[in-house]
């Protein structure tokens, strides 16, 4: 099945851009996305970018989407201390259910 | 606020027990799905409904059971607890089931076994 990976941690100074990267295996994936989750909250989707696409901009989110490396970032612009979170990584294909990463605990201090 | 409502937001039980999650999708989805996620395992998806049918199963244990009921609201039982079932519990809806659904997080119930 599909396996999706994320590195755990990302630490970033207040103001600076910070870069999400995720990696997936299976090469059908279709739909791709990001979501966001506070703590104590659920996980609220932040953007998704299809695969025929490369690039997607959002104000201060951009999404790349490199097919070939099955390589996927979320880069979050000016970052701020509202952006600490956890940020999800979800890949889907064939079937409606997408994988989600593990995860990566995005720390942004001053 | 996605729109999506899970009920209880805590709960608390002992090993051997029997409780039941609750949720209510975003109106107008007709598909729900419930998720667990643990500190080991991460984001596991157990289940999905659409239109008051089973559409797709995970990883869900044949002690876990859930339905989804003509007014679309869903529940996710939970039977036998063991202490590795503490976890969060979602649930997430979407409009339909079709490869271009983007699915609505609620905010999750957290499950504690003693």
């Known amino acids: 099945g599909e396996d999706v990976e994320q590195s755990l941690f990302l630490s970033v100074r207040e103001g600076d851009s910070s870069v999400i990267n995720c990696t997936y295996t299976?090469?059908?994936?279709?739909?791709l996305y990001w979501y966001k989750q506070e703590p104590g909250a659920g996980l609220q989707l932040l953007t998704y970018?299809?695969?025929?696409?490369d690039m997607k901009q959002d104000q201060r989110l951009t999404v790349l989407l490199n097919k070939k490396d099955k390589h996927l970032s979320l880069r979050i612009a000016d970052t701020q201390t509202g952006d600490s979170a956890i940020y999800f990584c979800?890949?889907?294909?064939?079937?409606?259910?997408?994988?989600f990463g593990r995860g990566t605990s995005l720390i942004v201090h001053p | 606020d996605s729109g999506v409502t899970q009920t209880p937001k805590h709960l608390i039980t002992a090993t051997g027990q029997r409780v039941t999650l609750r949720c209510s999708p975003r109106?107008?989805?007709?598909?729900v799905y419930w998720y667990q996620q643990s500190l080991d395992q991460g984001l596991q998806f157990l289940i999905q409904?659409?239109?008051?049918?089973?559409?797709a199963k995970g990883n869900i244990l044949e002690r876990f059971s859930a339905q989804q009921f003509p007014d679309l609201h869903s529940e996710l039982n939970l039977s036998s607890l063991e202490l590795g079932d503490s976890a969060l519990y979602f649930c997430?809806?979407?409009?339909?089931?079709?490869?271009?659904?983007?699915?609505?997080f609620g905010p999750g119930t957290r499950l504690l076994v003693l």
């Open positions: 979800a890949v889907r294909g064939g079937s409606y259910i997408p994988t």
């Open positions: 109106s107008g989805d007709l598909s």
């Open positions: 299976d090469s059908s994936s279709t739909y």
């Open positions: 409904y659409y239109n008051g049918e089973e559409r």
């Open positions: 997430a809806s979407s409009v339909e089931a079709g490869e271009q659904e983007t699915q609505y």
């Open positions: 970018i299809f695969s025929n696409m």
